[in-house]
């Protein structure tokens, strides 16, 4: 990595963490401990400016900073790090050719990444969890989160690829 791109990830991946260390968060409706957030805006655009090693840079830096921020500790910066991470290796082999196909693919990895991460957290670790899930909706706990984190993911990967994105182009016409 070049002086300019490791300035460029350092810049983006600084108002990751700034982003995500204010309450700048909305809470999902039907799951209120998932948070819709605009952390991963500057980590995406990393992927449309310098490439995946930048972003991957910049979601490593960005789960470092969780861990010390004290957000669910150790669960929640690595959740958070497999959602990031996951979308761009998903979009990285398609984003240079087109926006679509590099959103259908982030969006399709993180999806199928955090269902798998939380089955095995809801199944193996947190099962009391479930009793709660069961109360308030009333059917297959373990379904209805899998199900809801999934739209979850499916919105949060939108918002974050697509504004990156047009971030991406506003700053790339500009600078050339």
């Known amino acids: ?13 600084a108002a990751a963490v700034i982003f995500e260390a204010l309450p700048l968060k909305v809470p999902f409706p039907l799951l209120s401990y998932l948070t819709f957030d ?10 449309f400016y310098n490439g995946i090693e ?4 910049g979601s490593i830096l960005l789960a470092i900073v969780l ?3 004290g957000s669910f500790v150790p669960i929640g910066p690595i959740f958070k790090f497999l959602a990031v991470a996951s979308g761009i290796a998903g979009a990285a082999p398609v984003y240079k ?15 199928v990444v955090m269902t798998f ?7 193996f670790y947190m099962p009391g969890f479930l009793s709660y899930v069961s109360e308030f909706f009333g059917f297959n706990p373990l379904e209805s989160v899998i ?3 999934a739209i979850f993911n499916i919105i949060q990967n939108s918002f974050s690829i697509l ?4 971030l991406y182009k506003k700053i790339k016409s500009r600078t050339g």
Do not use: D, Q, W
Not at 4 to 13: E, G, M, R, Y
Not at 38 to 47: H, K, R, V
Not at 117 to 123: G, H, R
């Open 67 to 69: 861990m010390g921020l």
């Open 147 to 149: 199900i809801l984190t």
């Open 163 to 166: 504004i990156a994105y047009v």
């Open 117 to 123: 991460a939380n089955y095995v957290l809801i199944e």
């Open 54 to 57: 930048s972003a991957l840079v």
């Open 1 to 13: 990595m070049n002086k300019k791109n490791l300035a460029i990830t350092a810049v983006f991946s």
């Open 97 to 111: 050719k087109s926006l679509i196909g590099s959103f259908i693919t982030s969006t399709l990895l993180r999806v």
């Open 38 to 47: 605009i952390a991963e805006i500057p980590i995406f655009f990393l992927l």
